[in-house]
């Protein structure tokens, strides 16, 4: 039976990832499905208590009704060849959205180099369903990245950067994102194999950190997926 952890809050006590905070929150619109109709089914990925009381959860409609360990034990076998590394200097809110993004983009893991708590808010849960990893700096992440043999690529509109449509991205890589605003630093810049960009059209410098990784996890799972 599911422990529940998927829908409450976690443990280092930010707002539950899938509360809603609109203050309309009575008047909007319920997701999901309610109870079972009809005869339960008997197999082991079922879990009783979604069955009896419903499943909310953001879920694609493969995993309705399934315990929490069963959707990522098969996630695991179906995971592809990238992970996702983000640089962790100054606790930036987009940590939880590229989680997400990474997650839905069926990311080997993600590493958190540096500080270790991150805001989950924005990862709507999913988080749990995705391998998360931590680093305490850019020396233990590269010399992890080097003993799995992964290729680190960095994203980062930087000098010398390729477009992510042009640049290689090899098979099993990490890519790796800095901070909103400064980007990566130049110490991860420098153990980085290859620097790609994502090339713009308007007069922003830059583009959002979590809509920037979704970007190139798209462009991943585009050519390998």
Do not use: K
């Not at 422990?3 to 990832?17: F, I, K, V």
């Not at 305490?136 to 799995?148: G, H």
């Not at 099993?172 to 960009?197: I, K, N, T, Y």
């Amino acid at each position: 039976m599911s422990d529940g952890s998927d829908r409450a809050g976690d443990a280092a006590g930010d707002t539950p990832a899938d509360a809603v905070l609109d203050p309309a929150a009575d008047t909007a619109p319920e997701h999901g499905v309610g109870p079972w109709e009809g005869p339960w089914p008997t197999e082991p990925h079922f879990d009783p208590e979604l069955l009896a009381e419903g499943d909310r959860r953001n879920v694609i409609d493969r995993y309705r009704y399934w315990r929490m360990d069963a959707i990522v034990a098969d996630l695991d076998v179906r995971r592809h060849g990238f992970h996702v590394a983000i640089e962790n200097w100054q606790h930036d809110m987009n940590i939880g959205s590229i989680v997400r993004s990474a997650n839905a983009f069926l990311a080997e893991s993600v590493h958190i180099i540096g500080r270790r708590r991150w805001n989950r808010r924005g990862a709507m849960v999913t988080d749990r369903y995705q391998h998360v990893m931590h680093h305490e700096d850019v020396a233990a992440f590269t010399a992890w990245a080097a003993a799995e043999h992964l290729a680190v690529i960095a994203v980062d509109n930087v000098a010398g950067s390729v477009p992510v449509d042009r640049a290689e991205l090899p098979e099993r890589c990490v890519l790796l994102f800095g901070q909103e605003g400064p980007g990566l630093s130049a110490e991860a810049l420098a153990a980085a194999s290859g620097h790609v960009e994502i090339t713009q059209y308007g007069s922003t410098r830059s583009i959002n950190a979590a809509a920037a990784a979704a970007v190139v996890m798209y462009e991943w799972c585009r050519r390998w997926a």
